[in-house]
């Protein structure tokens, strides 16, 4: 059977024992960055999508209907940490798209930088989500904004960061840890109070909860109107 191309640009699928793998294209072959699994085709390398320690993957496992993130795409990922999804974002926007990572962690940033290196369409940014005067100016406007910040405010910092960077009809990808913003309420509710919030600014296409890959966490899909 192979490597399989699934309905979204840029991601393909191959057959793991009984179950399906989604994978991308390696834009670096030879070259893992989790200590994923990778597979051959030809003269391309694939590498497997950890459903488990991304929350795209388990987005992607959860059959979301929109991704958001296509060959060609300019994508500003917020909370990158050490590069493990936006890996695979840079694998999927391919050589014509680019990832502008963020974090504020200086240790995993770090270790970001030497992904950069080995990533073209790739660069780092140390900088606070909550403050996108700090680094608008190494940011051009984006066709998506992702972001994976486990913070109370998530909610208002992803908008704050649409507001400055997302294009019209751009795609704003959020996923949300419940316990972060309160562990006190049970995560229905909060995924239910930062719906309310965002559908105010943005408009919410696809919605996932990510259980059992991820335990209380959810994923929206969202367009700027
Ligand atoms: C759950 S980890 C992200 C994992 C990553 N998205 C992945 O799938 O490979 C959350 C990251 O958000 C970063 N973070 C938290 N608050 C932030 C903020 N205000 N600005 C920038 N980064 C932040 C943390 O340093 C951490 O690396």
């Known amino acids: 059977m192979g490597i399989q191309p699934h309905k979204f640009k840029g991601v393909y699928t191959v057959k793991k024992g009984k179950r399906i793998a989604f994978v991308t294209k390696n834009l670096t072959p030879g ?4 200590g994923e699994e990778t597979y051959r085709e030809g003269n391309d390398e694939y590498r497997e999508w950890s459903l488990t320690r991304s929350k795209l993957g388990a987005a992607l496992a959860k059959n979301i209907s929109q991704l958001g993130i296509y060959p060609g795409s300019k994508v500003l990922y917020l909370g990158a940490s050490t590069g493990t999804t936006s890996s695979h974002v840079s694998d999927v926007v391919g050589e014509e798209g680019f990832v502008f990572a963020l974090d504020f ?15 073209k369409n790739m660069t780092p940014i140390l ?21 994976d910040i486990a913070q109370r405010d998530q909610a208002e910092i992803f908008i704050k960061n649409c507001n400055a960077f997302l294009k019209k009809g751009g795609f704003g990808i959020l996923a949300v840890k419940a316990r972060s913003v309160d562990v006190a309420k049970k995560p229905k509710q909060v995924f239910n109070e930062v719906r309310a919030y965002i559908e105010k600014n943005i408009t919410i296409v696809d919605y996932r ?13 969202c367009k700027k109107k």
């Open 105 to 119: 962690a200086p240790r995993t940033t770090r270790e970001l930088v030497y992904l950069c290196e080995q990533r």
């Open 127 to 147: 900088g606070d989500a909550r403050r996108p005067e700090q680094y608008a100016q190494y940011v051009t406007l984006v066709d998506t904004v992702f972001q």
């Open 209 to 221: 909860e990510l259980d059992p890959f991820e335990k209380d966490h959810c994923i929206f899909i």
């Open 31 to 34: 070259k893992t960055v989790y």
